[in-house]
């Protein structure tokens, strides 16, 4: 009565038809079936479960995404940004230089004029002193010689008192006054 | 309705009082065997024993029926739909009985925990409990299952393959539990599983190459060919790709099927051990080996359903990075 019957390979294609199946028939209608039901289940959840589920996640990863993308873009404009300041702080450093010997050629213009000047003022004063010198001198001369004559004159006037000898004693007083002539 | 091959038949005599013997599993599988026994009816009739035998084909295999502790439950049976010349027949077995249940779990499981943890998101805490540990498990095959296979912009599978996983996962462990069935130890219920994943691969494919894209995909030439050889390599090479194209989904049918009734039998076939041999020893022996292999089937569950999606995933991810 307890025998195990061990039936290899018994062919069941007569009894498929009175009881459903075994498990290698391919049933149409539950295939059908398995689409309906998984395609129900996915819309079910896709709709109302996976959001909530999967939403923290996904708006974490958008929201680093942004993040790296953000920060990407700061750092390529902070570069902008130093490049920039590095150019302005190259241009000003020029522009000092350029004042700066600009500054040294104009004082060195100015000094130098400013010794011109001076020097020229200096030889214009000489020579007016000079030519006031020489004013001086003449009009010294021209009074000595004034006075020279009048006191000639007069010491001939007091020879004549004396002794007034006639043509030679003329004569004698022109020689002299020539020769007061000849002295500077 | 098509039959495809042999199915095999063990034929077991069952004693009632022998079922003592077996441990925690052998009594889970008491009612299912026992009832299976005494209800079978197997075509081994002609043979001796035809009362006491353990169909384990018919165990496994779909019905119009559900066995209960309470009996067996008859499920209504309709016309077959005739379209064109095929006829298909809509009526609920327990294959479909069992598949439904299944998404009524995922469904039930996933919509209470997307609410918890909506609440907690809104309090600014992560959630606790049953909740957190399914989001864990969703953002666990999102992150590392579906994004790194899928490749750029893979959030949109994402759903798809999460349901994909919990579905199968749920019917895989449906099949452990008492009076269970497997659906997905149903190669019908495999092969439309497949059929939606092979679609899904080939939509990716269209969507992200293009039409032209696609079409090399199926009609490939090297760069460079010469112009004499191009016909040859089209004729060689265009049914290669088409078989490669449909290997992967009828790989992953098989796969799933044959995990989730290899695993059956043998536990069907070592407590059938036990009554074969009318041994407290072998019963206690047979029951712990049950047992252990009951164990390694939960695994298997897990393990099955994380490869087919995994395995969809990269198929996808293969088909949208193509040439």
Do not use: C
Not at chain 1, 21 to 48: Q, Y
Not at chain 1, 123 to 144: F, H, Q, T
Not at chain 2, 35 to 62: C, F, K, T, Y
Not at chain 2, 147 to 157: A, D, S, Y
Request: charged fraction near 20%; hydrophobic fraction near 55%.
């Amino acid at each position: 009565m307890l025998k195990l019957v061990f039936l290899a390979v018994q062919d069941h294609a007569p009894a498929a038809q009175e009881h459903a199946s075994g498990p290698l028939t391919v049933e149409g209608g539950l295939m059908l079936w398995t689409i309906v039901v998984f395609l129900l289940l996915l819309a079910i959840l896709k709709r109302f479960a996976w959001p909530a589920i999967l939403g923290a996640v996904e708006a974490r990863e958008q929201a680093l995404e942004r993040q790296l993308a953000e920060a990407a873009h700061d750092r390529e404009q902070a570069a902008a940004i130093l490049a920039e300041h590095q150019k302005l702080i190259a241009e000003a450093k020029t522009q000092a230089h350029a004042i700066i010997v600009e500054a040294r050629s104009v004082a060195d213009k100015d000094r130098a004029h400013a010794i011109e000047k001076t020097k020229a003022e200096q030889e214009e004063l000489l020579a007016r002193a000079r030519r006031e010198i020489a004013a001086e001198r003449d009009r010294a001369v021209a009074e000595l010689r004034r006075d020279a004559v009048d006191v000639s004159l007069a010491a001939a006037s007091k020879l004549i008192e004396k002794r007034l000898d006639g043509e030679t004693d003329r004569k004698l007083v022109q020689d002299f006054l020539v020769t007061l002539d000849e002295r500077p | 309705m098509t039959r495809f091959g042999r199915s095999v038949t063990l034929a077991a005599a069952l004693s009632m009082s022998a079922l003592g013997a077996g441990g925690a599993v052998a009594a889970q599988e008491h009612g299912g065997v026992a009832d299976v026994a005494r209800d079978a009816v197997a075509p081994a009739s002609q043979q001796e024993a035809s009362e006491n035998q353990i169909d384990i084909a018919h165990h496994l295999g779909n019905a119009h029926e559900i066995e209960t502790p309470f009996g067996i439950l008859h499920l209504p049976q309709w016309e077959p739909l005739h379209v064109g010349g095929l006829a298909i027949d809509l009526s609920p077995t327990k294959h479909l009985v069992f598949m439904l249940a299944a998404a009524a779990i995922v469904a039930l499981t996933f919509l209470l925990s997307a609410r918890a943890v909506a609440q907690a998101q809104a309090q600014g805490r992560p959630a606790k409990g049953f909740a957190g540990s399914m989001e864990a498990l969703a953002l666990y095959i999102r992150q590392e299952v579906v994004l790194p296979n899928v490749g750029h912009h893979g959030e949109g599978f994402a759903p798809y393959l999460l349901t994909l996983f919990f579905f199968i996962l749920v019917m895989n462990i449906l099949g452990l539990l008492p009076w269970g069935a497997t659906a997905t130890g149903n190669i019908s219920v495999t092969a439309a599983l497949a059929l939606m994943a092979f679609i899904t691969i080939e939509v990716a494919g269209m969507r992200t190459l293009g039409w032209k894209g696609y079409l090399n995909t199926i009609f490939y030439l090297p760069p460079g060919l010469p112009g004499p050889l191009k016909p040859i390599m089209l004729v060689i090479m265009t049914p290669v790709e088409i078989i490669g194209k449909l290997s992967k989904p009828f790989a992953l049918a098989v796969r799933l099927f044959a995990n989730m009734t290899a695993g059956h039998v043998l536990v069907l076939a070592l407590i059938g051990l036990t009554f074969l041999f009318k041994s407290y020893m072998v019963g206690v022996l047979a029951s712990l080996l049950a047992t252990s292999i009951m164990l390694l089937e939960l695994f298997v569950a897990f393990l099955q359903a994380f490869v087919f999606t995994l395995l969809t995933s990269v198929f996808i991810g293969l088909m949208r990075a193509e040439h």
